[in-house]
């Protein structure tokens, strides 16, 4: 029955593991077993930040594993402003930022990774060496030298989003020529020839036949980068200010109503806000994000 | 990197003719297309670095210890190295308390959370993967539901886990059914370290498991086949042929995984805030900022020569092949299908 509707006819291990799959029910059994495991792994504490999203404050700490005292409260708490919270301000921020970042590290970070995937030119590996090397490097290295160049330059007060964004493209750039490399090297190239053959320009060739084809990569890139930018708390916590304080700085520093008192059901709610987004494309773009994230670790 | 950038021909910007033939030119076309990357790269990476290394050889501006004067700064010669390495506050040891004391307090723990992580992602991805890499049904949910943890920003997951381990949470509520006592996840010496990896724990271990997975789907099933035959047990078959066919993509999994959690940050300072002794070397550099750049240079120049250091290492002696060469022009489709086993997979699985 398995074997009738999931075989595929490139993979070969299907006809063993009918054999095996037949032979063995207990297998079968643990396996989905396994899988479920998995899925809990993945999303029991999500499941616990949602839950607790919706939950009245006065239930902070009820265990019930379902949902109870479902209220909206906790958004409201999470955008207002009242306790010195600016969570709405740090949405704008963040997407600013993000797509910011993403536009520089994906248009200086194509040329790149074209010029990787396809052409050879000497020193090409000892390229490659940096940007590995750069994508490698701890951001920690870059702080106190940029915390003292940018406060020279006035950067570190007011809205100087480039304190934000030029830190994050060190390490949005290389994983963007990481991945992009990777995607590019397995496209159909011949069409480039063909294209080049007919009297294109290699640049005419890219920009009029490749770049459509690579649309689907460099899309996947751009949601890596954005995320990776998203996420970031380190550089953010030390160069935002109030006007630039990005999502994961203002839920770091999130205040409740008493001093030292965490305000649990406002962050979940904080965080179901932010995250939310970020599994929606997940759930969309899966296949190609798991290719994007594992093309430059393994090359066969 | 220096040498790379000035050799790149920005200045001429002609292209190349294109009577040539179709390969001419190549060269000068790609490093012109790299070169603004290396531009970007010395200008945001390079240039911080070696300013780094100037600045941790500068003595910060303070009270002079000897005179009780206000110093602007001026050569440091390394005090500013010794001062970490060898716990020397000027010609003193360093107080208990003070930053510089508590720098080998915070190698160990990011040590130790270095060591404990990865070989508990290592272990754990392995399983995962194996689970992963069968045809089962329900694929995609199986792969979206392991990515969250991935997607989750690592301040919210810090928040998430501060309130599964708060003193009133579900985790000492979970434990107690099983009859083990409330534990103070953010402040006890051994409950915060373990606090801290289990939710980086928790966040990376699919990461590492879906690099395994496509390591895993790059070996012919006909060898797991021809092993049944052969009468080779599980464990065998493991050990024998699995282990060895993904070691490469297992050591560049294990070596991304190590350099990241040789410079966690985020974990340690949002779910313990350095409580129970789990300040780690990143959490240092971003304390010392306040009080110094400079010394706060010569630490953040530490932990770059520790982690390039500890890359090295892997590559050279750990089989971490990272930097491999990408398939040439005249790869035809099979190959290109095995580069990128993931797609290959996903898209004959049909999930």
Not at chain 1, 150 to 168: D, E, R, V
Request: glycine share 8%; hydrophobic share 50%; net charge positive.
């Amino acid at each position: 029955m398995t074997a009738t509707t999931t075989a595929p006819p490139t993979s070969g291990r299907t006809e063993a593991q009918e054999i095996h799959f037949k032979s063995d029910r207990a297998a079968k059994i643990r396996m989905y077993l396994g899988l479920s495991a998995l899925v809990i792994w993945g999303l029991a504490p999500f499941y616990w930040m949602v839950v607790t999203a919706f939950r009245n404050v006065g239930y902070t700490f009820d265990s019930t594993p379902w949902p109870t005292h479902v209220t909206l409260d906790n958004f409201t708490t999470a955008f207002s402003t009242d306790r010195g919270n600016h969570f709405g301000a740090a949405l704008v921020h963040s997407v600013i930022i993000g797509i910011l970042t993403t536009a520089v590290a994906l248009l200086v970070g194509v040329s790149a990774s074209y010029a990787l995937a396809r052409l050879d030119f000497p020193g090409k590996y000892a390229v490659l060496g940096v940007i590995l090397g750069a994508s490698m490097f701890p951001g920690v290295a870059l702080v106190s030298p940029l915390f003292q160049l940018f406060s020279n330059f006035g950067w570190l007060t007011g809205a100087n989003y480039q304190a934000l964004i030029i830190p994050n493209i060190s390490f949005a750039l290389p994983l963007t020529i990481y991945t992009l490399t990777a995607f590019l090297s397995e496209m159909p190239w011949e069409l480039e020839e063909s294209a080049r053959i007919d009297g294109c320009t290699p640049g005419q060739a890219f920009r009029k036949i490749m770049l459509p084809l690579a649309a689907p990569g460099l899309f996947t890139t751009a949601i890596l980068a954005f995320i990776s930018s998203w996420n970031e708390f380190l550089l953010a916590s030390l160069f935002s200010t109030k006007q630039t304080q990005t999502v994961t700085v203002a839920i770091a520093n999130f205040t409740g109503a008493q001093p030292h008192q965490e305000p649990y059901t406002a962050v979940m709610a904080a965080g179901t806000i932010v995250t939310v987004p970020l599994i929606i494309m997940v759930l969309i773009f899966q296949r190609a994000i798991v290719s994007g994230l594992t093309a430059g670790g393994v090359k066969g | 990197m220096s040498a790379a950038t000035s050799t790149a021909p920005r200045s001429t910007g002609t292209k190349p003719k294109k009577s040539k033939g179709l390969n001419a030119g190549q060269g000068r076309m790609g490093l012109l297309l790299v070169a603004p990357t290396l531009v970007f790269l010395a200008g945001i990476i390079l240039y911080p670095l070696l300013r780094a290394i100037q600045l941790s050889l500068q003595k910060d501006a303070g009270l002079d210890k000897a005179t009780g004067l206000f110093v602007e700064g001026g050569s440091a010669g390394l005090s500013n190295y010794t001062h970490w390495l060898l716990q020397k506050c000027g010609e003193v040891d360093c107080p208990p308390g003070t930053l510089g004391d508590q720098f080998y307090s915070a190698l160990w723990v990011t040590l130790f959370f270095t060591v404990v992580s990865v070989v508990i992602e290592l272990g754990l991805g392995m399983w995962f993967a194996m689970i992963m890499n069968r045809d089962f049904k329900g694929r995609a949910l199986v792969r979206a539901a392991i990515l969250v943890p991935w997607a989750i920003p690592t301040a919210v997951t810090a928040k998430l886990w501060l309130f599964i381990f708060a003193f009133d949470g579900i985790a000492n509520k979970l434990i107690g059914y099983v009859g083990i006592n409330p534990q103070l996840w953010v402040s006890d010496p051994w409950a915060a370290k373990f606090a801290i990896i289990i939710a980086d724990v928790w966040k990376t271990t699919p990461f590492m498991a879906l690099l395994i997975l496509a390591g895993l789907q790059l070996v012919p099933g006909d060898v797991y086949e021809a092993a049944q035959i052969d009468g080779a047990s599980k464990w065998q078959t493991f050990i024998k042929i699995t282990l060895p066919l993904v070691k490469v993509p297992l050591m560049v999994a294990v070596l991304f995984r190590t350099l990241d959690v040789m410079r966690i940050y985020d974990l340690p300072a949002i779910l313990t805030n350095g409580g129970g002794g789990t300040t780690s070397l990143s959490m240092l550099v971003i304390k010392q900022i306040q009080n110094g750049f400079h010394s706060a240079s010569a630490l953040s120049t530490i932990i770059f020569l520790l982690i390039a250091f500890t890359a090295f290492l892997f590559i050279q002696f750990g089989g971490a092949d990272v930097v491999q060469r990408p398939p040439k022009s005249k790869k035809k489709e099979p190959e290109a299908a095995v580069g990128n086993p993931v797609a290959a997979n996903a898209t004959s699985t049909g999930a």
